[in-house]
C-alpha cells in the first residue's frame, strides 16, 4: 500500500528540488529526492510512494523513459515537470502514463494544490475500494468497470489504463448520456479548476479511446465528443 505522505521529487536542477522539498514538508509530506532518470527509476520501484514529481528533461534516462518503466511496474500517479515549448513532449508524457503536468516557470502553491488534488482522488478511490459493503459494478453491453477492483472489462477482456483514464472513464460512466465540458472535467476528475490546461483533457480522452478500440471498438465508440461543448459516455443499443 502506498506511503500517503511520502512523495518522490526526480529533477535535476538542485535549486527547484529544494524549492519543491521546502514547499511540499510545510504541508506534512516526506520527500525523496533524486536528480537524475536512473537513481529516480530506481527509487520508484524500490518503494511504495503516493505520488512522483518527474521533470521531463533529465539527464541520461529522460522524463519519457522514466515514465514509461515506472508504468511497466507500478500505477504510482505521476505529474510531469515541462518547460514551456515541449508541448508534443508533454503529450507523448499523458501516452505513456503521467497522470498531470505543469509547466516550467511554475509556482510551487500551484504544485501543492495540483499534489493535493491528485492524491485526494487516489485516497477517495482507495477508501471507496476498501470500505465499499456492496459490489461496485458498472455493468453495460461491451464494457465492465469493476470500481472494487479498479478493473476494465471490454467485451471480456481487461483494458490496461493509469490511474487518471481509469477516473475519467468511472467518472463518465456514472452518469450515461450526461455531457461534460472540459472544465467540468477538469474539476470533477482532477479536482482544481484554475491551473488546469484543458489540453489535459483531450489528450486523456484520445489516449482511453485508443485503448478501449484495441480491445473493443464497440467499447471504445461509447465515449463520444459532442464538438462545441465536451464529452459523453454514450450507452451502446442492446
Known sequence: MDDLNKILVIEDEERIRRLLKMYLEREGYEIDEASDGEEGLQLAIANDYALTLLDLMLPGKDGIDVCKSLRNKKATPVIMLTAKGEEANRVEGFEV???????????????VLRVKALLRRSTASSSTNTQSTTKDVLEFKHLVIDNDAHRVLADDQEVSLTPKEYELLHFLASSPDKVFDREQLLKEVWQYEFFGDLR???????????????????????????????????????
Request: hydrophobic share 35%; aromatic share 10%.
Open 97 to 111: 502514463g503521467a497522470d498531470d503536468y505543469i509547466v516550467k516557470p511554475f509556482s510551487p502553491r500551484e504544485v
Open 200 to 238: 489535459t483533457v483531450d489528450t486523456h480522452v484520445k489516449r482511453l479511446r485508443e485503448k478501449l478500440n484495441k480491445v473493443s471498438q464497440g467499447a471504445g465508440k461509447m465515449i463520444l465528443t459532442v464538438w462545441g461543448v465536451g464529452y459523453k459516455f454514450e450507452v451502446a443499443d442492446e
